[in-house]
């Protein structure tokens, strides 16, 4: 069965620092992962994806994550972190011959302080 | 604007109630899904629907029923619901079989149950 896990309920990172999102995952056969993001009010919104290829993956709004297949892990990172990225932060999984059954972790918040 | 619709935003019913959540995507994605959400668990993935055939039941009760009537519309028949269904419901769609696969998520329904 496909699973994720995100370890942190919360990651407080001063603005201007570098931030990272932890997320690990467990599934049998090569994975898709991804990262969403969901502001107040709102559904999940794509912000990127792992499908293949390159281990590192860029996204929306200066986001990257690196894959790494021997830790299981797909973390989320910034290299300068904005007041206005402070919001939940999901990572998911799914698999290839099941692209219709993405798997959720339960959101890691990040708070940027001013 | 995610182009899924989920109506209403808001709803609160009792036990003994019956009411309808209702989702609408114009993006020409096969697939659609529910999510539940709730605080500091992982997004729950509750029912797909692909191409109109129910892919996925991840063992929800039965006092939840999905209906998809054709790709574009989704809906969640809610009767005698208990306190702890009191949760964000989330609606999304996609377009499987394709490298681009990601999510489209609506704004959600908080639900809550007296």
């Known amino acids: 069965a496909q699973s994720v896990a995100q370890p942190e309920d919360q990651v407080n990172v001063a603005e201007g620092n570098p931030l990272t999102v932890k997320c690990t995952y467990s599934v049998s056969g090569n994975p898709y992962l991804f990262w969403y993001v969901q502001y107040p009010n709102r559904g999940l919104q794509f912000l990127l994806k792992?499908?293949?290829?390159?281990?590192l993956v860029k996204g929306s709004y200066g986001f990257e994550a690196e894959f790494n297949k021997s830790q299981t892990s797909f973390h989320l990172k910034k290299p300068s972190a904005l007041v206005s990225d402070s919001a939940l932060y999901f990572c998911?999984?799914?698999?290839?011959?099941?692209?219709?059954?993405?798997?959720f972790g339960k959101g890691t918040r990040l708070h940027i302080l001013p | 604007e995610t182009g899924v619709t989920q109506t209403p935003r808001h709803l609160v019913m009792g036990m003994t109630n019956k009411k309808s959540l209702k989702c609408e995507q114009h993006l020409g994605h096969n697939a659609m899904y529910w999510y539940k959400q709730s605080a500091k668990k992982p997004l729950e993935l509750m029912f797909v629907?692909?191409?109109?055939?129910?892919?996925e039941n991840n063992s929800v009760p039965s006092r939840f029923s999905p209906e998809c009537p054709n790709s574009s519309h989704l809906f969640l028949h809610l009767h005698t619901l208990q306190p702890e269904d009191s949760a964000l419901y989330l609606c999304a769609s996609s377009r499987t079989g394709s490298p681009m696969v990601k999510l489209f998520f609506g704004s959600g329904t908080q639900l809550s149950v007296l």
């Open positions: 792992y499908i293949t290829g390159d281990n």
């Open positions: 629907y692909n191409f109109k055939e129910q892919t």
């Open positions: 998911a999984v799914s698999l290839p011959n099941r692209d219709d059954k993405i798997i």
